[in-house]
Each structure stands twice: as C-alpha cells, then as structure tokens.
C-alpha cells in the first residue's frame, strides 16, 4: 500500500471508458466515512490497482470475500428481501461502545491477483487500527495466510484513515440516503462530471453503504442502511452459493450501476448476517473475480497495536 504499481493496457482502456462515461452521464460518489476519513489522500483495499488513478476507481469498487461460486439452484428470495432480513439481523446486534482516545480494531482476509484477469490469488490477512474521535493516527499490517507469524506494517502516513468506527449516523432508511447524499466523499473527477447527478444518484446508496461496511456502523443505523439498499431497484442475487475467504457459504447480491464490472456484497444465506465483499472484472464479454474481502472481526481496543 505504499506505491501504486504502474497501469496496464486493461486498466488504461478501462480507465479512459471510465472518464468518458463520467464526462457525460457522472459517475456514482464512493461512500464517506464519519469524522476522520473522508478526506486527503484515500487508503486502499489490497489488491485494487486503480485506486491510485483517483476517485475513478468508485466505479468498480466498494469494500468482505468470494474466491469461488459453487452450485447453480435459483434463488429463493429477491435482493430487497434478502437485504429486508439483513436489516432485522442488524439491529438485533450488540451495541459496540467507544470513546475518544480508543480505536476500532479490524481483521480482514483479502484476496487478490496481480493481473486484472489472469494469475494466482494472494491471500493475506489484514489487521487495522483506526482512531475513534478525530484523531487521524492509523496503523495497518499484514501477512499472507501461508506465514502467520511474518506480520509487516504498512506505511500508510500519507492516506487518510479508512471506515472506522462510525457515529451519529441515521437510525431510519430515508434519512440515511439523505445523508449519504449530503456527505460525498472527495472525488478526482474530470470536467464536465454533473456533481448533483452524481449526489443524487439512487445507486450511492451502495456504493457509499459497502464502502463503510469495512468499518464499524452501530446496529440500529446498519439495519436503516441495508434498507435503504433495499429500497434500490436494481440489485439482483447471485445464482448459486458463494464462499467468503473464511470458508463461510453464502449468497452474494450484485449491485447496480458499475462500468467494466460488479461489485458483490455477501451475506450468510441463513442468518443474513453481512460477510463481505467481492469484485469482478469484465473483459471481452469474460468475467473474473479479481479481489476480495472478507470482514472477520471488528473490537475496540484502547491503544495502536494492541489485539483483543
């Protein structure tokens, strides 16, 4: 996460679509965090080679994991149901409580590939200590899941923290749209990009709500959340079962409103508790799963380092 490797053919061709799309229809607003983390320079998810190129990069992307798709029985319910029931589950959660001075502690696994369409995966786990309050000090470190005791840390002094833990954020699904639309994160658009069209675009709801499921977003605004994509045409279910980086079956829902490929959020097909997330490339009328992440333990934790 230091450097931002070189663009390749695809992503170059992908990313000059992506400008024109931008120029004359706008593009969807990635999601904002609360407090520190909506502006300077942006983290990035392992694995996202386009981040580097700027705001862009909010069209294919949102923040859990899928590495293979198994079985191909039709769905037993539409996304919004699926999102209705993920919505009660959400709200019947515990309250995590944090004060200033602490931080929200973040385990992920992650799961990427070098090349857009080719190539092995790279597991790694990913450990995240994120400030509550405006304190702007976050650390980050990782290792690959095949050498669990060779940690390396990040040097992430030059990005803004990712979602942490999220405060005073809606309870109901109509004033959370409204929020996301009052709070866009900064985007490094091209001229002529109609910011009120991208503010008001229906589909911010995902792209900003699985931006901030990184994080940590109290119960009862997670069920306004997930209701709120509810409310969204456009979100179908994934044919067949899906497991997350941890092994875990699931069923993915597809989001609208991407350009070159899809963005999957997770959930477990009995409890509708929310895994993750995966992401998918379209080329040549081909599609690849490309990165993944899996979200596997969220805690609050009162200094930098420290584990729960």
């Known amino acids: 996460m230091s450097r ?8 170059e ?6 400008k024109e799309h931008v120029a004359t229809r706008g593009v969807e607003a ?3 965090a609360v407090g520190a983390t909506r502006r300077g320079s942006r983290w990035r998810t392992p694995g996202w080679r386009l981040a580097g190129v700027g705001g862009l990069v909010a069209l294919l992307t949102v923040a859990g994991l899928a590495v293979q798709t198994t079985g191909d029985a039709p769905p037993t319910a539409s996304a919004a149901e699926i999102l209705t029931e993920a919505a009660d589950t959400a709200r019947q959660q515990p309250d995590l409580t944090a004060r200033p001075g602490q931080f929200l502690f973040v385990e992920l696994r992650v799961s990427h590939r070098e090349l857009p369409m080719s190539g092995a995966y790279t597991e790694e786990r990913l450990q995240r200590w994120v400030p509550v309050g405006d304190d702007r000090t976050w650390q980050q470190r990782r290792r690959l899941e095949s050498r669990p005791d060779e940690w390396r840390t990040d040097d992430v002094s030059h990005l803004a923290p990712p979602p942490g833990y999220f405060q005073g954020l809606p309870t109901d ?6 929020y996301l639309r009052d709070h866009p994160i900064p985007l490094d658009l091209p001229a002529g990009a109609d910011l009120e069209a991208i503010r008001n675009d229906p589909q ?25 994509m509810a409310q969204v ?3 179908t279910v994934v044919p067949g079962d899906v497991r997350d980086a941890a092994g875990r079956r699931g069923v993915a829902l597809r989001t609208p409103g991407r350009i070159g490929g899809h963005n999957d959020l ?10 993750g997330t995966r992401r998918v490339l379209i080329r040549d009328g081909k599609q690849s799963l490309y990165s993944s992440t ?11 380092g420290q584990t729960p």
């Open 266 to 275: 997770i959930f477990d097909r009995e409890t509708h508790v929310y895994l």
């Open 4 to 11: 931002t490797p070189q663009l390749g053919n695809f992503e």
């Open 30 to 32: 990635a999601p904002t």
């Open 204 to 228: 911010t709801v995902f792209t900003d709500g699985s931006w901030m499921l990184e994080g940590y977003v109290p119960p009862q605004s997670l069920g306004a959340l997930f209701q709120a």
């Open 294 to 304: 899996a979200v596997m333990r969220l805690a609050v934790v009162d200094r930098l």
């Open 173 to 178: 699904p109509e004033r959370m749209v409204r």
């Open 13 to 18: 061709r992908l990313l000059t679509e992506l």
């Open 233 to 235: 045409p456009g979100a």
